[in-house]
Protein backbone atom coordinates (compact mmCIF):
# COMPACT_ATOMS: atom_id res chain seq x y z
CA UNK A 1 0.00 0.00 0.00
CA UNK A 2 1.40 3.21 -0.88
CA UNK A 3 1.83 5.83 2.06
CA UNK A 4 -0.03 9.14 1.71
CA UNK A 5 1.64 12.21 3.69
CA UNK A 6 -0.07 15.25 3.19
CA UNK A 7 1.90 18.43 3.99
CA UNK A 8 0.84 21.23 6.22
CA UNK A 9 2.92 23.77 4.06
CA UNK A 10 -0.33 23.88 2.32
CA UNK A 11 -2.66 23.79 5.28
CA UNK A 12 -4.42 26.42 7.37
CA UNK A 13 -1.50 28.17 9.44
CA UNK A 14 -3.75 29.56 12.01
CA UNK A 15 -4.98 26.22 13.12
CA UNK A 16 -2.40 23.45 12.45
CA UNK A 17 -3.03 21.27 15.34
CA UNK A 18 -6.78 21.27 14.25
CA UNK A 19 -5.61 20.39 10.68
CA UNK A 20 -3.21 17.48 11.70
CA UNK A 21 -5.89 15.81 14.05
CA UNK A 22 -8.58 16.53 10.76
CA UNK A 23 -5.91 14.80 7.99
CA UNK A 24 -5.04 11.58 10.28
CA UNK A 25 -9.05 11.02 10.76
CA UNK A 26 -9.55 11.30 6.94
CA UNK A 27 -7.08 8.56 6.89
CA UNK A 28 -3.34 10.30 6.59
CA UNK A 29 -0.57 8.00 6.78
CA UNK A 30 2.11 10.36 7.50
CA UNK A 31 2.51 13.93 8.47
CA UNK A 32 5.16 15.70 6.36
CA UNK A 33 6.79 19.05 7.42
CA UNK A 34 8.34 20.98 5.08
CA UNK A 35 11.29 23.14 7.67
CA UNK A 36 12.55 25.85 5.39
CA UNK A 37 15.38 28.60 6.51
CA UNK A 38 14.97 31.17 3.50
CA UNK A 39 18.36 30.52 2.37
CA UNK A 40 18.43 27.37 1.09
CA UNK A 41 15.09 27.88 -0.44
CA UNK A 42 12.98 31.17 -0.83
CA UNK A 43 10.86 30.49 1.60
CA UNK A 44 11.01 30.69 5.55
CA UNK A 45 8.55 27.99 7.69
CA UNK A 46 8.46 26.64 11.11
CA UNK A 47 11.27 25.07 13.29
CA UNK A 48 11.39 22.94 16.65
CA UNK A 49 9.42 24.58 19.10
CA UNK A 50 6.37 24.29 16.80
CA UNK A 51 7.07 20.88 15.73
CA UNK A 52 7.02 20.07 19.67
CA UNK A 53 3.94 21.39 20.08
CA UNK A 54 1.90 19.83 17.03
CA UNK A 55 3.72 16.71 18.33
CA UNK A 56 1.23 16.41 21.00
CA UNK A 57 -1.95 16.27 18.72
CA UNK A 58 -1.27 13.11 16.52
CA UNK A 59 0.87 10.02 17.11
CA UNK A 60 1.29 9.19 12.95
CA UNK A 61 4.90 9.58 12.24
CA UNK A 62 6.56 13.59 11.52
CA UNK A 63 8.25 12.96 8.13
CA UNK A 64 10.41 16.23 8.82
CA UNK A 65 11.88 17.43 5.25
CA UNK A 66 14.83 19.64 6.04
CA UNK A 67 15.32 22.68 3.04
CA UNK A 68 17.89 24.84 5.37
CA UNK A 69 21.71 24.89 4.84
CA UNK A 70 23.77 23.17 7.38
CA UNK A 71 21.57 20.95 8.74
CA UNK A 72 23.94 19.28 10.81
CA UNK A 73 23.59 21.86 13.35
CA UNK A 74 19.48 21.58 13.82
CA UNK A 75 19.19 17.82 13.40
CA UNK A 76 19.78 16.95 17.21
CA UNK A 77 16.58 19.79 18.02
CA UNK A 78 14.14 17.99 15.36
CA UNK A 79 14.98 14.89 16.52
CA UNK A 80 14.04 16.41 20.15
CA UNK A 81 11.04 17.66 18.75
CA UNK A 82 9.86 14.95 17.48
CA UNK A 83 10.38 13.62 13.93
CA UNK A 84 10.33 9.89 13.23
CA UNK A 85 11.92 10.96 10.28
CA UNK A 86 14.92 13.55 9.13
CA UNK A 87 14.79 14.57 5.62
CA UNK A 88 18.40 16.24 4.59
CA UNK A 89 19.81 17.78 0.92
CA UNK A 90 22.69 16.35 -1.07
CA UNK A 91 22.67 20.10 -1.80
CA UNK A 92 22.77 21.87 1.22
CA UNK A 93 25.44 19.21 3.51
CA UNK A 94 28.40 18.93 3.42
CA UNK A 95 29.43 16.01 5.18
CA UNK A 96 26.44 13.78 4.31
CA UNK A 97 27.48 10.46 5.41
CA UNK A 98 28.16 12.30 8.60
CA UNK A 99 24.62 13.77 8.75
CA UNK A 100 23.22 10.80 8.04
CA UNK A 101 24.68 8.80 10.79
CA UNK A 102 23.67 11.54 13.54
CA UNK A 103 20.51 11.35 12.27
CA UNK A 104 20.73 7.34 12.96
CA UNK A 105 22.26 8.14 16.14
CA UNK A 106 19.40 9.46 17.70
CA UNK A 107 16.73 6.75 16.62
CA UNK A 108 15.36 8.53 14.12
CA UNK A 109 15.12 7.48 10.66
CA UNK A 110 17.48 9.11 7.94
CA UNK A 111 16.17 10.05 4.62
CA UNK A 112 18.19 12.10 1.72
CA UNK A 113 16.59 14.52 -1.13
CA UNK A 114 17.34 15.29 -3.95
CA UNK A 115 16.35 18.99 -6.26
CA UNK A 116 14.80 18.17 -9.78
CA UNK A 117 18.15 19.64 -11.57
CA UNK A 118 20.08 16.92 -8.99
CA UNK A 119 21.16 13.67 -10.59
CA UNK A 120 20.46 10.78 -9.14
CA UNK A 121 24.09 9.72 -9.03
CA UNK A 122 24.81 11.91 -6.12
CA UNK A 123 23.28 9.90 -4.10
CA UNK A 124 25.29 6.89 -4.97
CA UNK A 125 27.70 6.42 -2.55
CA UNK A 126 25.21 7.07 0.40
CA UNK A 127 21.64 4.96 -0.10
CA UNK A 128 23.57 1.79 1.86
CA UNK A 129 22.91 4.00 4.68
CA UNK A 130 19.57 6.01 4.57
CA UNK A 131 15.98 4.82 5.26
CA UNK A 132 14.16 7.29 2.78
CA UNK A 133 15.06 8.24 -0.63
CA UNK A 134 12.97 11.61 -1.27
CA UNK A 135 12.75 12.71 -4.84
CA UNK A 136 11.64 16.77 -5.16
CA UNK A 137 9.31 17.05 -8.32
CA UNK A 138 8.92 20.36 -8.29
CA UNK A 139 12.00 23.10 -7.19
CA UNK A 140 11.13 23.59 -3.35
CA UNK A 141 10.62 26.52 -1.56
CA UNK A 142 6.45 26.97 -2.38
CA UNK A 143 3.37 24.73 -2.20
CA UNK A 144 0.74 24.50 -5.03
CA UNK A 145 3.51 24.25 -8.01
CA UNK A 146 3.07 22.35 -11.11
CA UNK A 147 4.18 18.22 -11.06
CA UNK A 148 7.44 18.26 -13.72
CA UNK A 149 6.55 15.11 -15.96
CA UNK A 150 10.10 14.53 -16.52
CA UNK A 151 10.08 13.33 -13.11
CA UNK A 152 8.59 10.36 -14.12
CA UNK A 153 11.71 8.94 -15.27
CA UNK A 154 13.54 9.84 -12.39
CA UNK A 155 11.63 8.04 -10.39
CA UNK A 156 11.58 5.09 -12.27
CA UNK A 157 15.71 5.38 -12.55
CA UNK A 158 15.60 5.69 -8.68
CA UNK A 159 13.22 2.97 -7.93
CA UNK A 160 15.42 0.69 -10.05
CA UNK A 161 18.74 2.12 -8.42
CA UNK A 162 17.01 0.78 -4.90
CA UNK A 163 15.61 -2.37 -5.66
CA UNK A 164 19.09 -3.41 -6.37
CA UNK A 165 20.36 -2.83 -2.74
CA UNK A 166 20.04 -5.60 0.41
CA UNK A 167 18.04 -3.44 2.08
CA UNK A 168 15.69 -1.00 -0.21
CA UNK A 169 15.08 2.27 1.10
CA UNK A 170 11.58 4.20 0.78
CA UNK A 171 11.26 5.73 -1.94
CA UNK A 172 9.37 9.45 -1.64
CA UNK A 173 7.90 11.97 -3.92
CA UNK A 174 7.31 15.39 -3.33
CA UNK A 175 5.83 18.17 -5.40
CA UNK A 176 2.75 18.90 -7.31
CA UNK A 177 0.82 15.15 -6.46
CA UNK A 178 -3.07 15.28 -7.62
CA UNK A 179 -5.43 12.64 -8.26
CA UNK A 180 -4.78 13.26 -11.79
CA UNK A 181 -0.97 11.92 -12.03
CA UNK A 182 -0.54 10.10 -8.52
CA UNK A 183 -1.50 6.98 -10.48
CA UNK A 184 1.65 7.67 -12.52
CA UNK A 185 3.59 8.34 -9.84
CA UNK A 186 2.92 5.78 -7.70
CA UNK A 187 3.62 3.36 -11.01
CA UNK A 188 6.42 4.91 -11.39
CA UNK A 189 7.65 3.67 -8.33
CA UNK A 190 7.32 5.90 -5.44
CA UNK A 191 6.17 4.37 -2.04
CA UNK A 192 5.16 7.67 -0.26
CA UNK A 193 3.74 10.21 -2.18
CA UNK A 194 3.51 14.00 -0.11
CA UNK A 195 0.05 15.94 -0.95
CA UNK A 196 -0.45 19.42 -0.07
CA UNK A 197 -2.49 21.50 -1.57
CA UNK A 198 -4.28 18.20 -3.19
CA UNK A 199 -5.86 17.99 0.21
CA UNK A 200 -5.60 20.87 2.00
CA UNK A 201 -6.98 22.48 -0.88
CA UNK A 202 -10.28 20.73 -0.97
CA UNK A 203 -13.31 20.61 1.15
CA UNK A 204 -13.91 17.08 2.28
CA UNK A 205 -9.95 15.90 3.21
CA UNK A 206 -11.70 12.03 3.90
CA UNK A 207 -13.17 11.73 0.69
CA UNK A 208 -10.03 13.31 -1.10
CA UNK A 209 -7.06 11.14 0.65
CA UNK A 210 -9.61 8.28 -0.11
CA UNK A 211 -9.56 8.81 -3.59
CA UNK A 212 -5.85 9.48 -3.93
CA UNK A 213 -5.30 6.21 -2.10
CA UNK A 214 -7.51 4.22 -4.61
CA UNK A 215 -5.58 5.98 -7.61
CA UNK A 216 -2.14 5.68 -6.43
CA UNK A 217 -3.25 2.11 -5.36
CA UNK A 218 -3.69 0.82 -8.93
CA UNK A 219 -0.66 0.59 -9.98
Known sequence: MKIIAPSILSADGSKLGEEIIAVEKAGADW??????????????????????????????????????????????????AGADIITVHVEASNH??????????????????????????????????????????VNPGFGGQQFIGTSLVKIARAKKMLEALPRKPLLEVDGGANLKNIGNIAEAGADVIVAGAAVFGTDDYQKTIASLKQAANRS
Open 31 to 80: IHIDVMDGNFVPNITIGPALISSLRKVTKLPFDVHLMIENPERYIESFSK
Open 96 to 137: LHRTVELIKSLGVQAGVSLNPATSLEQVEEIIHYIDLLLIMS
